[in-house]
């Protein structure tokens, strides 16, 4: 997926809240978007440097989104409206090879009391309507951006919505419908993934459960580069 937006180079300076940061751009202070509400600490550190999307329109009070970072020689996407885009081009694309049967991609769908990402049908010239459960599958997708020593976890804040999203997972499985899980994490070169329980021992426990009960659990990492990211090699995953 390419970046077809203006991208800028700045140097990272502080984030007084989940919504704002500060960066030095060519001399000057400036304020721009964080489109990420976890916590990326160990990301945005004083000095970083950073990769800014400029964004124009005129309405915002920022003139820029603060999209990625690098740790060290590694480029980390933390754009939280990335991941979907990612993994509906790889949908599309027959690039996740156990949901490449099903031909039809349909987004943000809603099962009992939540709202799915994608909901998938075998056969894509079929009305929705007219799909059996047998042919449909549930997929919620997490990007991840925690990253230590080439292990990646989820999630890097606590998030009661992701616990209530696996739990409905559990009830997509019980209908005899398909149902997954795919934690896109948004760099490269990655050893595994795990549940972040030191974070979010709930969050945890609902997870292995989720798996306990048929739900698929995925990992993938992403190729990044400064405007562009693709989903790119599956992730071993430890529960």
């Known amino acids: ?17 989940r919504f704002q940061a500060f960066v030095e751009l060519e001399g000057e202070e400036l304020m721009v978007h964080v489109p990420n509400t976890g916590r990326c600490k160990e990301i945005l550190v004083p000095g970083t440097k950073v990769i800014l999307r400029e964004e124009n329109n005129p309405n915002r ?5 603060l999209i990625g970072g690098y740790k060290g020689n590694r ?12 993994v509906e081009e790889a949908l599309n694309l027959g690039k996740i090879e156990k949901l490449a049967g099903y031909k039809k991609v349909l987004r943000e ?3 009992g009391n939540s709202r799915f990402d994608f909901k998938l049908i075998t056969e894509h010239e079929l009305p ?5 459960p047998e042919e449909e599958y549930y997929l919620e997708v997490k990007g991840v951006t925690y990253e230590l020593d080439g292990i990646t976890k ?6 009661e919505r992701g616990r209530k999203h696996l739990m409905e997972l559990i009830e997509v499985k019980k209908t005899g419908r398909g149902a997954g899980i ?3 994490i948004q760099l490269e070169d ?9 974070m979010d021992k709930a969050f945890g426990d609902a997870l292995r459960l989720a798996k306990e009960n048929g739900v698929d659990v995925f990992a993938y990492s992403s190729k990044v580069t400064e405007n562009s990211i693709t989903l790119d090699k599956q992730v071993r995953v430890i529960l």
């Open 154 to 159: 989820f999630p890097d804040a606590p998030t």
């Open 61 to 65: 009070k920022t003139a820029y989104d």
């Open 128 to 132: 929705e309507t007219d799909s059996t």
């Open 1 to 17: 997926m390419h970046i077809n937006k203006n991208i800028r180079f700045a140097r990272f300076i502080r984030r007084p809240n």
């Open 182 to 184: 795919l934690f896109l």
């Open 190 to 198: 990655i050893k595994l993934f795990t549940p972040h329980d030191e």
């Open 75 to 86: 480029l980390i996407n933390i754009d939280s409206q990335i991941p979907n885009p990612v």
């Open 109 to 111: 769908k809603t099962f």
